[in-house]
């Protein structure tokens, strides 16, 4: 497979600088049939007895913005702690960064570890016993580059239902959910159950290969609750369809999938890499936003349908949807063999 069979033409002017409000006002395209919806009506496009699983990681206030001792400023993404005061990061400017270096982001002193390869490396960080939460005085809520200003309320890029702080980026499809649409989903007998994937660089690393299978994906903390894992069962049980609100959630729920179509409860890691022929066992619909060529996504979107994907997002460009992490929503059918 190569990573040209993955890219289309995303003009700048699709992709979404801003969040609309309210958040289920965003358009949600329905496949098949390519019908359209606004998101607020995904619990009648769902049956009673359904389950949709959500990603419920909190994105950490991890870009913090420092000066060099030695003179110059510099920039960390703090991916995920990799050991006692240790962290994974991505730093800029990468190539004046040697191991040894020391960065003073305020109140936290960071140390490289590791001279960084593509900006990625490990940071040893020194500051307050709270580190956590001097991380979260330091940092900001770190925004995809594509967009362009800062929010003007951060929580903005945090889904309702965030809980534990663990991410470098929000699970954007879950951006688009309000209380009260959750509300509605349950009020139709369709179950809301959570897991968790700490989205890091495996996640929002782009493909730089030619070869697809050649991608190196990085691991991610995962957690799938005991209470999830029944709540698969029994939906399996019941004949009603697993939903998951994102690529994430797929990853998480095939990663820990049995043939059976339930999953293993418990935590873990994942460097799971969907692409077409990945055969599915717990994934029935997915509700995903519109991804960036050749990305890691938009692979796990053409495993999910197959060469339909490009159809499917030539009619969303055509018909103005927004795309990326503000943008709007896309409901699939898994295409079976």
Not at 49 to 58: F, I
Not at 193 to 220: C, K, S, Y
Not at 274 to 299: K, M, W, Y
């Amino acid at each position: 497979m190569k990573t040209a069979d993955f890219t289309y033409d995303l003009p700048p002017a699709a992709i979404a600088q801003r969040p609309v409000e309210p958040r289920d006002s965003s358009r949600l395209l329905l496949f098949p049939g390519r019908v359209d919806h606004r998101f607020s009506d995904l619990p009648d496009l769902l049956h009673p007895g359904d389950l949709v699983v959500v990603n419920d990681t909190r994105v950490r206030a991890a870009r913090l913005q420092g000066r060099r001792t030695t003179g110059g400023t510099a920039e960390a993404l703090l991916l995920a702690p990799s050991g006692i005061g240790t962290w994974s990061a991505l730093v800029r400017p990468g190539r004046r960064l040697e191991a040894g270096a020391v960065i003073e982001f305020g109140e936290i002193v960071a140390t490289v570890v590791s001279d960084p390869t593509d900006g990625l490396t490990t940071l040893r960080l020194e500051g307050p016993e709270d580190l956590e939460a001097a991380i979260a005085r330091q940092g900001r809520v770190p925004l995809p580059p594509y967009i362009h200003s800062e929010l003007d309320d951060p929580d903005r890029y945090q889904t309702v239902y965030a809980a534990t702080v663990g991410s470098a980026a929000a699970p954007t499809a879950g951006l688009h959910f309000t209380p009260a649409l959750l509300t509605r989903l349950r009020r139709r007998g369709i179950g809301v159950a959570a897991v968790e994937l700490q989205v890091g660089v495996g996640t929002f690393r782009p493909i730089t290969v030619d070869d697809v299978t050649d991608h190196h994906m990085h691991t991610e903390r995962i957690s799938i609750p005991e209470a999830t894992a029944t709540a698969v069962a029994d939906t399996r049980r019941r004949g009603g369809a697993v939903v998951a609100i994102g690529t994430t959630v797929v990853r998480t729920l095939e990663a820990r999938g049995r043939r059976d179509g339930q999953v293993e409860a418990g935590r873990g890691e994942t460097d799971l890499f969907i692409t077409p022929g990945f055969e599915f066992e717990v994934v029935d619909r997915l509700v995903t936003n519109f991804h960036q060529p050749a990305s890691t996504l938009l692979c796990l979107v053409a495993a999910f349908v197959g060469d339909a994907w490009r159809g499917i997002y030539e009619t969303a460009l055509a018909r103005g949807y927004r795309f990326l992490s503000f943008g709007d929503a896309l409901l699939m059918d898994r295409t079976r063999s």
